[in-house]
């Protein structure tokens, strides 16, 4: 099963088949767009979940949102620890 990073890093590249199964038909119909695809390729990582269609690709979205808060938190915490 592909984790929920390499999904949100490559999902371009990521084997459906390896994906879990309530992302599959989303990620077959992200794959085949090319706009998306081209936008993947233009934007900051962080920003494309914003590209993604909320009714073609609620569950892909949530996850890539899920991860960027976790990495914002990070960040923020590493800012934290860097003041004192």
């Known amino acids: 099963m592909e984790s929920g ?28 767009d090319i706009n998306l695809k081209q936008n993947f390729q ?3 990582l962080v920003n494309f979940c914003s590209y993604l269609p909320i009714d073609k690709s609620p569950q892909i979205r949530f996850a890539a949102i899920r991860l960027i808060a976790l990495f914002g938190s990070t960040d923020i915490c590493e800012q934290i620890f860097e003041q004192m």
Do not use: G, R, S, Y
């Open 5 to 32: 990073f390499i999904l949100f890093a490559l999902p371009f590249k990521t084997n459906v088949n390896n994906a879990p199964e309530n992302v599959q038909m989303e990620l077959i119909n992200l794959q085949c």
């Open 42 to 44: 233009d934007v900051h």
